[in-house]
């Protein structure tokens, strides 16, 4: 069965297909730009910069290093500390800088309430940052 169109045999109407070669040329054409330009972008120009002697904007705060070895005394930095004299300790710190951060170790064997202990005392002379120190690697326990 032949198919023939309704149109009469000596008129030719146009096509109606897209001719994409142009679309292509363009396409390539901006391809290309963007392959020029971006490493342009990428790359910052190297400047010689001038030295010179500022001073910060804002001081960082004291930090007090507070650790609790296996047998349960206290350090603030590498200095041994009594119990007694530990919440002196801390008002001091506090006074002579209010934003102080108290970094707390405390070796696996402490037992919880020298912690706690130790914590409290920080807490009554006015040390509202504290923050424990561990040390990064797996976790010994598992999920609940």
């Known amino acids: 069965m032949a198919m023939g169109s309704f149109n009469s045999p000596g008129t030719h109407m146009p096509t109606a297909e897209i001719n994409m070669t142009p679309l292509v040329d363009v396409m ?3 391809l290309i730009i963007f392959i020029i330009t971006t490493p342009l972008m990428s790359h910052s120009v190297t400047v ?6 500022s001073s ?5 705060p004291m930090t007090l290093q507070v650790a609790i070895d296996a047998d349960n005394t206290i350090f603030i930095a590498t200095e041994a500390v ?5 919440e002196a300790r801390f008002q001091r710190a506090v ?16 037992r919880y309430e020298t912690v706690a202990a130790t914590m409290s005392a920080a ?5 509202t940052r504290i923050g424990f120190v561990t040390q990064p690697g797996t976790n010994p326990m598992p999920p609940l």
């Open 28 to 30: 390539l054409v901006l």
């Open 82 to 86: 009594d119990r007694e004299q530990l």
């Open 123 to 127: 807490h009554r002379a006015g040390l």
């Open 48 to 53: 010689d910069l001038p030295h010179a002697a």
């Open 56 to 60: 910060p904007v804002m001081p960082k």
């Open 95 to 110: 006074t002579e800088n209010p934003q102080v951060d108290m970094h707390l170790k405390a070796d696996r064997a402490t």
